[in-house]
């Protein structure tokens, strides 16, 4: 059967969190707040936007409209200046094995990210043609945990959500999965990501027969 396979980019395909924690932590403290890795970790598929607004929650500091969205786009300025010389090189291991297993069973493949910069990096790293669809942040009303990036997915690919997997490194992003009702496989530390249905460290200790169990449905 056809499934579709929707992957999240950040901290799936590529390890850009290192990225937006040097942007974040420099636009921080040109507000005066600290900024720390923990906090990084709380900010995985979280919206600019609203990783901003946390941040400033944070550090107690409130800004003007103005302020804030010039703020946003420095952030990005800084950030795209880390995402610019990313190479191939930086694709998370065994992503392209995983890609092209599946591709080699004709199965449809989505990207369903929160980052409106999505497309650039899947150019920087060569993976913009593997997808038959790509929902970014550009694409959304709702951020996740909300489901609509995932559903959105969906639809492009004209399958159900319930024949639909999703790869998953972040908590809120396990979480919009579960509610759009797929498979949520998360990618990364299981006591972060316990409400998904599978916990993986990597794509390494992902099987092909593993796939081969989603797409014969023996698991679902
Ligand atoms: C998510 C990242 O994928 O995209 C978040 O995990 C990031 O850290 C979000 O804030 C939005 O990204 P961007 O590229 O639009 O600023
Ligand atoms: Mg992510």
């Not at 980019?9 to 942007?23: C, E, R």
């Not at 992503?95 to 092209?100: A, D, E, F, T």
């Not at 004209?158 to 009702?181: M, Q, S, T």
Request: net charge negative.
């Amino acid at each position: 059967t056809k499934k579709g396979f929707i992957f999240d980019l950040d901290g799936v395909i590529v390890d850009t969190a290192k990225y937006h924690f040097l942007a974040w932590k420099k636009l921080a403290k040109s507000v005066g707040v600290d900024f720390t890795k923990i906090q990084n970790e709380q900010l995985k598929g979280v919206s600019r936007k609203n990783s901003l607004e946390k941040i400033l929650e944070w550090g107690n500091k409130t800004l003007s409209e103005e302020e804030f969205n010039r703020l946003m786009a420095l952030k990005n300025e800084d950030y795209l200046s880390y995402v610019e010389n990313m190479k191939e090189d930086e694709i998370l291991p065994d992503v392209p094995k995983v890609l092209n297993y599946l591709m080699s069973k004709e199965q449809p493949l989505a990207l369903g990210s929160a980052s409106k910069n999505a497309h650039t990096i899947l150019d920087k790293v060569n993976l913009l043609e593997k997808f038959d669809a790509i929902v970014d942040g550009n694409g959304v009303k709702k951020g996740k945990p909300d489901p609509e990036v995932f559903l959105n997915a969906a639809k492009l690919l004209k399958l159900n959500p319930d024949d639909c997997i999703v790869f998953e490194d972040a908590k809120a992003g396990v979480e919009a999965a579960n509610a759009a009702n797929m498979i949520s496989i998360g990618i990364g530390e299981k006591s972060v990501l316990d409400e998904a249905d599978y916990v993986f460290k990597d794509f390494t200790e992902i099987s092909l027969e593993f796939l081969d169990d989603i797409m014969s449905n023996k698991i679902s």
